[in-house]
T-cell receptor, first 111, second 118 residues
């Protein structure tokens, strides 16, 4: 079963706007990761946030984690056409050496 | 640095045929994962190896699927006999894990094999 569930399933915005995607999960975790997938390509790791962290930044990316609500958000600021892709959150089942991926959010940036 | 290399990139074959997918992980990586991605089920973990040893194959759909890792630089996923419902994109991913440290490092994915079973 899916551990992470992304919301929305699809998002279309204008270039330059900010994009926010959310992820909810069900069980306790050690860390949560976000990945990007361009059409026809493999997943690329974006950022990892550990369960004892609340916020993390990487360039134009900002990730938050609320373990009490079992949710995370990914914010992409000043979006560019090249950000068009699917974005996935992935979590571990605490103690398990594997990631469980959500269904993803399809982000389209319109020029 | 070379990334994870998968071959073939595309495979079209008829139902009942044997299919072999190949993966070369990043040099120095010691954990390898096989995933399957479909529209209906998303990205599913099939099996993963640590130091060439299969650790968890609970995601392998049935006995028609088998995976091997004969050495640190090569893994195969075999489907025999193949069925139309096996059509999907199959990804291989790898990471470097040092025993005694946090396992959950970023995974590095190949670009996948798009498999179509007619």
């Amino acid at each position: 079963s899916q551990q992470g569930e992304e919301d929305p399933q699809a998002l279309s915005i204008q270039e330059g706007e900010n994009a926010t995607m959310n992820c909810s999960y069900k069980t306790s975790i050690n860390n949560l990761q976000w990945y990007r997938q361009n059409s026809g390509r493999g997943l690329v790791h974006l950022i990892l946030i550990r369960s004892n962290e609340r916020e993390k930044h990487s360039g134009r990316l900002r990730v938050t984690l609320d373990t009490s609500k079992k949710s995370s958000s990914l914010l992409i600021t000043a979006s560019r056409a090249a950000d068009t892709a699917s974005y996935f959150c992935a979590t571990d089942d605490q103690g398990a050496q594997k990631l469980v991926f959500g269904q993803g959010t399809r982000l389209t940036i319109n020029p | 640095d070379a990334g994870v290399i998968q071959s073939p990139r595309h495979e079209v074959t008829e139902m009942g045929q044997e299919v072999t997918l190949r993966c070369k992980p990043i040099s120095g990586h010691n954990s390898l994962f096989w995933y399957r991605q479909t529209m209906m089920r998303g990205l599913e973990l099939l099996i993963y190896f640590n130091n060439n040893v299969p650790i968890d194959d609970s995601g392998m759909p049935e006995d028609r699927f088998s995976a091997k890792m004969p050495n640190a630089s090569f893994s195969t996923l075999k489907i025999q006999p193949s069925e139309p419902r096996d059509s999907a994109v199959y990804f291989c991913a790898s990471l470097r894990w040092v025993v005694g440290t946090d396992f959950w490092q970023p995974q590095h994915f190949g670009d996948g094999t798009r498999l179509s079973i007619l």
